[in-house]
DNA sequence: GCTCGATGGTACATCGATGTAGAACGAGCC
DNA sequence: GGCTCGTTCTACATCGATGTACCATCGAGC
């Protein structure tokens, strides 16, 4: 029924290999030839069958993507931006969702979606240490987000985490405040973002001679989200812990704490101030706007796609590691004002 | 190098298309032959090279979801509903994002992306009545989400968008409002989700013996997001427009407006009351929570995917229309108390 | 006049699964 | 015994592209 490369070569008069030569730039061609077979496939409206090349080549065109949940705002505008930039390179993407759950986290690597694919974007959440030797083995090119599992042969793109969490941290400090909470470590979790990002907690403190009150590190025992946010800070305020700021592990952490905050009665940032970490759009346009850490947000996704392209194409020598630049951006929750929309940049 | 059915069938000493009917369920098998078969397959770590079986079988058990942007939190959860249910179909999911181009959503249509799908749930923004030809004579099966075209010949997953409408403005109604502010028809526009929308709040006033002053009747230009929200209910502030209630057409502009509001100095609701639509995630923990309208956000993903995969197995009839009951949400936004997240349900 | 190398093109096998046709065998029936 | 029918399995062609090998032509160089 479909046009086939046959049905070409029998309108150009040639064969089907010069068809596929023609359409994959083979040189040797005489223009005139090609022309007659770029005319051909034009009026038949000719398009290749992807799967008979998949077949052929043993290359598809596609990309995995695997992450915690789509329904997470980071990891969707992360998915978008993947998207994008793997179009940009002709590629095709295939998002799996994981949640989190290691069982799924493990099957993703052997799945059978991985015969669909010629390489994967993993974000693993409940994978530990342990599990870098399951990534070892794995006969396609794969690219780590995130800092759960690490292997120095493994192509990876990350995060400046300690070094933005003490910058977030020192905003606090800055603006005067001396009882931070810093929302969302997991004292069972000896890897990932985590435990890097309280480090960063902890050094600001440390360059500025204060003592960090073990009661201000507030474990997260479920995922990092408002609902976790909201819970987790509405228990300090019922315990009567007593803190003038929050430092959340990631947005959504701050914009649920800072929800709870709200409904307590007690004012943002006046009361208690609040820095998140990713820099989601949401954040943007919270009440008050959220004070936040860009950790790169354009930056991951593009490179992300480029390693697994070139690993793709096998034109990458040694594993790389990537952690780009960065950037403290602040809003009302740490008392910037927040600007109205007439002036406000367009996003 | 990696394992074939050739490799599975010489181990169990039967024939390749033996192998073949094991993995596809053919009844008549010896149950011996059966198991030495599956005990190959369990030695050599068999894996079905699913390239190969879409070229014979012309099946790809992939399917293409197209949609504006990813980043949109509305999109992201329908996303994440949809690659959920089709998992459970055994269906994989490649997003497209059209960005509400027009030209890119036509091109969805015909892409080189459609030869690697077996049907595509479509989420069009630009295209309009004059466009539902265009849908006719595709090859493949097609379910259609939203409003923005319509033809009774295809599988169609919609909202109670006129109906739901009327219910949200009858709810400001009734707590006293009586200057709402409808947010997001465009008057370019005459079919979609927005004049149905416009319809069910011209429906509420007449219902309750009120006029519509067209100055409330507020159009956007961009897309319906935080950003437009803010920017255009910004403006309705400059301009001194006197207003107690804003029906936004979805949660975002609802959000941004949430947020000009309060930038601005005014209190919600006490002040100005907003509605949304769609209850996305996000405006259960904004400042205060938002009163929006569930349009049946967990049928309409299960409902596409379900419908979708009985054409693709052929076993559809005609097309049909599902429009899933819709709820209001009360939240804080139109006073409803805000609860606490330590009594509040987990979700 | 002949070889050689660069062009321009073709025929055929192949990727790994499945559809088709049919062989081999035994049971049941007249 | 001969026939049909159901069961179990196999051989081979096929899906549509591409890799390999090879043929043909033409101009240059000796």
């Known amino acids: ?144 987000l995130g800092e759960r599992v690490f292997h120095p042969d493994i192509d990876h793109v990350t995060m400046q985490n300690t070094a933005a969490a003490r910058a977030a941290t020192e905003h606090l400090l800055r603006a005067g405040r001396r009882r931070i909470v810093a929302l969302g470590p997991n004292p069972t979790q000896d890897v990932g973002s985590a435990p890097l990002r309280l480090t960063g ?53 701050a914009l649920g704490a800072m929800h709870e905050i709200q409904v307590r009665g007690l004012r943002v940032p006046d009361d208690v101030a609040v820095v998140g970490f990713d820099a989601i759009d949401e954040g943007r346009y919270s009440n008050p706007t959220l004070t936040t850490i860009d950790p790169g947000r354009t930056v991951i996704p593009r490179e992300a796609v480029r390693l697994l392209d070139e690993r793709r194409r096998g034109v990458a020598g040694g594993a790389r590691r990537i952690a780009p630049d960065f950037q403290l951006v602040p809003g009302g929750s740490t008392g910037a004002p927040d600007r109205a929309a007439a002036t406000a940049a367009v996003g």
């Open 201 to 253: 907690y902890r050094e600001a403190h440390e360059a500025a001679g204060l003592a960090v009150d073990p009661v201000l590190v507030v474990p997260t025992i479920r995922t990092w989200d408002h609902a976790t946010g909201a819970r987790t800070v509405g228990r300090l305020l019922d315990d009567g812990v007593d803190f003038d700021a929050v430092f959340a592990f990631n947005d959504s952490l």
């Open 1 to 144: 029924m479909a046009v086939t490369m046959r049905d070409v070569a029998r309108r150009a008069g040639v064969s089907a290999k010069t068809v596929s030569n023609v359409v994959n730039g083979y040189p040797y061609i005489k223009p005139e030839t090609r022309d007659r077979v770029l005319a051909a496939i034009e009026e038949l409206g000719y398009q290749m069958n992807a799967t008979a090349r998949s077949l052929r080549t043993g290359r598809t065109g596609i990309i995995g993507l695997a992450l915690p949940e789509l329904r997470v705002p980071y990891f969707a505008e992360l998915a978008g931006a993947v998207i994008a930039a793997a179009e940009e390179c002709g590629l095709t993407v295939i998002i799996e969702q994981h949640g989190g759950r290691r069982d799924l986290e493990l099957e993703v690597l052997t799945g059978a979606r991985r015969h669909l694919t010629d390489g994967l974007i993993y974000s693993p959440l409940a994978l530990g240490t342990d599990d870098a030797a399951s990534l070892l083995d794995l006969s396609y090119p794969l690219v780590l």
